[in-house]
């Protein structure tokens, strides 16, 4: 089974900031821009639910919020927010392909068959609306790819 997962931690204040129409607002002081423990902020994990455990990661350093899809030819695709596609192992979690789409992925991405070929599609487009509570986080995403809005599609090669 495959999770995306984000990995963040955050300090919470208790004093109710002053409500003001038109502002974001969630009842609370909070800085949301520190990456939990090891230093990163997204993980596609793989687990392993007979053995109950982590089988392998694959970090990230910003974090992500897209789908996987995995194949019966055993592969493990997911975007980042930085728009890089990533064919992965889906055993050992190697990455074996990667292709920047040029904007943020966080669609998940899914595969067809026509006239006996397999391919795999996902849409890159990152939005401009990454959530004010992100603070220094949401505009390094922000920063870390352009917006878009782009239906990308490949053709998996026959074995």
């Known amino acids: 089974m495959y999770i995306p997962s984000i990995n ?3 300090d919470m204040e208790g004093a109710e900031p002053a409500y003001e129409r038109g502002k974001f607002y969630l009842a609370f002081e909070f800085d949301l821009g520190k990456s939990g423990p090891g230093g990163y902020m ?3 994990i793989a687990w392993d639910p007979v053995k109950q455990q982590k089988a392998w990661g ?10 996987t899809l995995t194949t019966a030819g055993g592969l493990t695709f997911h975007g980042d927010v930085r728009g890089w596609f ?9 990455m074996l392909w990667q292709f920047n789409t040029g ?9 067809y068959a026509v006239g006996g070929k397999q391919y795999v599609a996902v849409v890159s487009g990152r939005t ?3 959530p004010l509570f992100l603070g220094p986080v949401g505009a390094k995403m922000v920063a870390a790819s352009p917006e ?3 239906l990308f599609v490949f053709e998996l090669p026959t074995q």
């Open 8 to 10: 963040l931690c955050m």
């Open 128 to 130: 401009f609306t990454i």
């Open 42 to 44: 997204g993980e596609l």
């Open 58 to 67: 694959n970090k990230d350093e910003l974090p992500w919020l897209g789908g």
């Open 103 to 111: 904007s943020g992925i966080s669609a998940a991405p899914m595969t």
């Open 86 to 94: 990533k064919a992965l192992d889906a055993k050992s979690g190697q």
């Open 148 to 150: 878009g809005g782009t």
